[in-house]
């Protein structure tokens, strides 16, 4: 069983995912669908924009048993939510069909800016 996540892809302002050798392409295609459309559901409630389009997503991980790793940061190291936040990505990525376990850590290297925000969020937070 390989465990050591191989990356995907690797274009600035979005996530790394990394993906099992032992998943078929397919799966790992609507495993990371689902996964990026749980996490749109995860809102910075000071925030109206989801965290994955806000970029504090870091990086993204399915292991060949099914276990999803999550690198995630803040928009500020003394955000209010900072101890709820991994909680509520960690339940809204463990009701994807399909995945085992869930385990998110908090990272803030690098620090987040507003360039990691994809065109919606800008859109959103009128950010131009």
């Not at 749980?38 to 910075?44: C, H, I, R």
């Not at 924009?49 to 928009?75: F, K, P, Q, W």
Request: contains cysteine.
């Amino acid at each position: 069983m390989n465990d050591v996540p191989q990356p995907l892809e690797d274009k600035p302002n979005q996530p790394d995912i990394a993906a099992p050798s032992a998943l078929p392409p397919e799966e790992i295609d609507r495993l990371t669908d689902d996964i990026i459309a749980a996490l749109k559901t995860v809102y910075d409630p000071e925030i109206p924009s989801d965290i994955y389009e806000l970029g504090l997503i870091y990086r993204i991980a399915i292991n060949d048993d099914r276990h999803v790793e999550i690198d995630m940061t803040l928009t500020a190291p003394g955000c209010p939510v900072a101890g709820e936040m991994p909680g509520w990505v960690d339940t809204a990525v463990s009701t994807v069909p399909g995945v085992r376990s869930v385990e998110v850590r908090m990272v803030f290297d690098p620090p987040w800016d507003q360039s990691r925000m994809s065109e919606e969020a800008r859109v959103a937070l009128d950010m131009f």
